[in-house]
């Protein structure tokens, strides 16, 4: 009976300098599950629901898609890369052997996975494998793979979501023939946004591991397995076809099979291959390593998650030490990962957390989202981290909430940087409240993906970002970078119906009332001239302890003169 309620939990493992992510459910021996492209491990929720009454299903992001670090030789990638990664990764887990089952592109990497590392399989499954004589034609490769190139004006938003729709209405998607169109109902917009947020995330990396797989010529490679292997496709799958290609005879240990469309019938087979070579005695009770226990990675942010009842919270870590640790809370809508570059410059001697908070980015929402509770998440993060009393730094929208937890958790405080606070009357936070945040729906025409670019990009131009009045001109150098901006709609569109959550709670706070009740010492930043930093010496006056620090724009500055301030 498979576990349609189970609980899915993300996490994030270390492997060589970067880090994979993944989604868990259940319990017992560990099964691999891998995507395709351009997807992400998402993809694999049903399966993970599906078996997590009998197993530790574990649904990898390929190295470059969804959250995993790409991989970076310095040269194109092929399948080869993409399978000793795999290796690595379940090296990583701690796990010896076990199932894994690769679907379109990532049959590739796990038959490479199997060829090279047959000790390591239980049993290769690899369900639509392409085996085109010869490899896939570099003309079709090049067509297929048409770069994703990141725009500064937001362009390339419009054709990638072209790309998006075209993916599910022909095959290949640059071919708009009559032969080509796939006789398949369209998508709806869940699956839709999914999928596009799939392709946003991987962004110029899209094309590493789906490129690598069409190059990859497998056919050889199958005449030298010795790892239990099953190729299967389901009758409905474009691929499907290939199963007659396959060489006959097929290796000892090698089956192919041919299975009905019917996905639960699809299912039940997979549950009985896993039945009959899952490690129930060696991995029975398989729990993953935590990232934030080992040390830290060089040049790069630790990424892990802290567990709650209500889900998970994103926590970044930089640097390390014995020193009192520096809690950053990012500006919103958006995530800590676009401030990674402050995080390690502030990572001298001491550690560094970014904390996204609920409802942003990969951070569960918060059923009731009230500003105590975003307070209280934030100090049950840092309690639930071990890291006693520290330095709080918040930029932006993020600087009420912590307003809001340094007044109400004292305790946790030794001193609180606000950059960018905002000391607004209730009419002015009732405006704001109606004007922030637009409904971010995913749209068919793509709408959604613009009005999310131009309300990110206008906040650099104009404060609030919606007010194009004179008062509201914004007078510094705005970051404005492709890459910057790309990340910051991603990190945004992946909770489109949770991302205003927390903006509207710091915006049910009463920051000019609550200041006084702050007992820790305060730095406020300013920014001469900048409408968005008017009320900083206000918000100073009304502190106990308040004083003022000029807001440097070269972050490794920036970064000197808070450690300066903190220290």
Not at 58 to 69: E, Q, V
Not at 158 to 172: G, H, I, K, S
Not at 404 to 415: D, G, I, T
Request: glycine share 6%; charged share 20%; with cysteine.
């Amino acid at each position: 009976m498979a576990a349609k309620d189970a609980t899915i939990k993300k996490g994030f493992l270390n492997v060589g300098s970067g880090q994979v992510h993944y989604r868990i459910a259940g319990s017992g021996p560990p099964i691999i599950l891998l995507h395709d492209s351009p997807r992400s491990s998402v993809l694999h929720t049903p399966l993970l629901k599906e078996f997590a009454d009998q197993f530790t299903v574990i649904a990898i992001d390929t190295p470059g898609y969804g959250n995993s670090t790409p991989l970076d030789h310095g040269r194109a990638l092929e399948i080869p890369d993409f399978g000793t990664a795999l290796a690595e990764t379940i090296a990583a887990f701690g796990v010896e052997r076990c199932p894994v089952y690769g679907f379109h592109t990532s049959s590739k990497i796990t038959l490479a996975f199997a060829a090279k590392h047959p000790e390591r399989v239980a049993v290769a499954i690899l369900d639509g494998l392409s085996l085109p004589p010869g490899g896939a034609d570099p003309a079709f490769i090049e067509s297929y793979m048409k770069p994703f190139t990141i725009s500064e004006s937001g362009g390339h938003l419009a054709e990638e979501w072209t790309r998006v729709l075209d993916f599910q209405r022909w095959f290949p998607w640059f071919s708009k023939t009559k032969e080509a169109r796939l006789p398949i109902p369209a998508k709806d917009m869940n699956a839709l946004h999914e999928y596009s947020m799939d392709l946003f995330m991987a962004g110029p990396h899209f094309s590493d591991a789906y490129a690598g797989a069409m190059r990859y010529v497998a056919l050889p490679v199958i005449n030298t397995l010795k790892a239990r292997t099953i190729v299967m496709a389901r009758q409905d799958d474009v691929l499907h076809a290939y199963l007659a290609s396959l060489p006959d005879p097929l290796p000892a240990g090698v089956t192919k099979e041919s299975l009905s469309p019917d996905r639960d019938k699809w299912k039940a087979r997979l549950r009985a291959i896993f039945n009959e070579f899952a490690d129930f005695k060696g991995a029975a009770n398989f729990t993953p390593p935590d990232p934030l226990k080992l040390p830290a990675l060089k040049d790069r942010a630790t990424n892990s998650y802290v567990n709650f009842p209500h889900g998970q919270v994103l926590v970044r870590r930089a640097g390390g030490g014995n020193k009192r640790p520096i809690v950053f809370l990012p500006d919103l809508p958006g995530a800590a990962r676009q401030d990674e570059h402050l995080l390690l410059a502030l990572a001298q001697d001491r550690p560094v957390y970014g904390i996204d908070v609920p409802g942003c980015c990969e951070s569960s929402p918060l059923s009731q989202p009230t500003p105590q509770a975003y307070a209280d998440t934030i100090a049950r993060t840092i309690e639930s981290l071990g890291l006693g009393q520290v330095d709080l730094i918040a930029e932006g929208m993020s600087t009420a909430h912590a307003v809001c937890f340094a007044a109400s958790h004292a305790a946790l405080v030794h001193k609180l940087i606000l950059d960018a606070v905002m000391v607004a009357d209730n009419d002015q936070r009732t405006e704001m409240k109606v004007n922030y945040c637009p409904d971010l729906r995913p749209t068919r025409d793509g709408s959604h993906l613009h009005k999310c670019f131009h309300m990110i990009r206008d906040q650099e131009a104009q404060w609030p970002w919606y007010d194009g009045s004179v008062s509201a001109i914004r007078k510094i150098k705005p970051r404005m970078g492709g890459p910057r901006l790309h990340g910051r709609v991603v990190d945004t569109l992946k909770q489109w119906d949770h991302y205003a959550d927390p903006i509207m709670a710091a915006l049910d706070v009463d920051v000019a009332g609550l200041l006084p009740a702050i007992t820790a010492p305060t730095i406020v930043c300013t920014v001469p001239d900048d409408a968005r930093y008017a009320q900083a010496e206000l918000a100073a006056k009304r502190l106990k302890s308040g004083t003022t620090l000029q807001r440097l724009a070269k972050v490794e500055e920036r970064a000197a003169a808070f450690l300066a301030a903190l220290d």
